[in-house]
């Protein structure tokens, strides 16, 4: 794979996405969904050259954060949501785009099944076991590039003055004010959160405050501690005993994993940043 490969994928995407906001009643979600894009290929860039990642495993990085989100613009104009639980799953239709238009046909086989591989699972809940160690790597990288800017855009919608001018960021659920003991406990047990669980705008923050327990990298973990992401969503939730009890908890659990990180040459076992 060249730079020449890649450049050819940019192209497709940009000429993709625009059929999609050109054509749409409300071009806003394409236009936040393509933005979004960008921003994780710099985000792969970002942690790829802390990792000191080669030229030819940037690019490979590079195409599968470009493509990640390629199945969301026709899932979207669907189904007009980006709820994988309400239309289908968004990492298995970006496959099917990329099968379609033999977008990767020029790239060697096995590359091309890492980047496939790493998009099918870029949003699943769990990973699976038996995933060979470059591919697991890819994904990894992947999903630590695609959190950071989701907390980037959901942090900028919670702190507005009328988040529900976005309410496909939200999924359009209900704000009832609560915070769910259920799924608290399992935040402050470190679990992730599933999305079949969420059905209250407050369980989707508590659901992506749990990625944290999810992310692999040193980079990723500092820009999350840099940037304050966990408390902003926090200090957005109804306030009670348990919105403060969380706040000292996950200040405390990035801290400690801040530490981890720096007597720890990656979060990503048998690899050094």
């Known amino acids: 794979m060249t730079d020449k490969d890649y450049k050819a994928l940019a192209v497709f995407f940009d000429d993709y996405t625009t059929g999609f906001i050109t054509r749409a009643v409300n071009a806003h979600p394409h236009v936040t969904k393509k ?56 990492g298995a239709l970006g496959v099917g785009v990329i099968r379609e238009h033999g977008l990767l046909e020029s790239w060697p086989i096995r590359e091309k099944k890492q980047i496939v591989r790493a998009i099918a699972l870029h949003n699943a809940y769990h990973l699976p076991p038996g995933i060979d160690r470059d591919t697991l790597f890819l994904t990894r990288l992947l999903r630590d590039a695609d959190k950071l800017d989701i907390f980037h855009v959901v942090t900028q919608n919670y702190l507005r003055l009328d988040p529900g001018e976005n309410g496909y960021l939200t999924h359009n659920l209900p704000d009832d004010g609560l915070i ?75 801290a400690k994993k801040m530490e981890e990180c720096g007597t720890q040459a990656s979060v990503l076992n048998g690899r050094s940043e």
Not at 211 to 220: I, P, R, S, T
Not at 223 to 233: E, G, M, P
């Open 35 to 90: 933005e979004h894009t960008v921003r994780v290929v710099e985000n792969i860039v970002f942690l790829g050259e802390k990792l000191g990642l080669s030229p030819q495993q940037m690019l490979l990085a590079k195409a599968a954060a470009l493509l990640h989100d390629i199945g969301r613009f026709s899932q979207f104009e669907t189904y007009g949501t980006f709820l994988d639980a309400a239309s289908k799953n968004h």
């Open 180 to 254: 769910s003991k259920r799924l608290f406990d399992r935040v402050l047990n470190k679990e992730l959160i599933d999305s079949h669980q969420v059905h209250s705008v407050n369980d989707l923050k508590l659901l992506q405050i749990s990625w944290v327990f999810d992310l692999n990298f040193k980079a990723a973990v500092e820009r999350v501690n840099r940037c304050d992401f966990i408390s902003l969503i926090i200090s957005t939730m109804p306030n009670s005993e348990r919105r403060t009890f969380l706040m000292a908890f996950m200040k405390a659990h990035v």
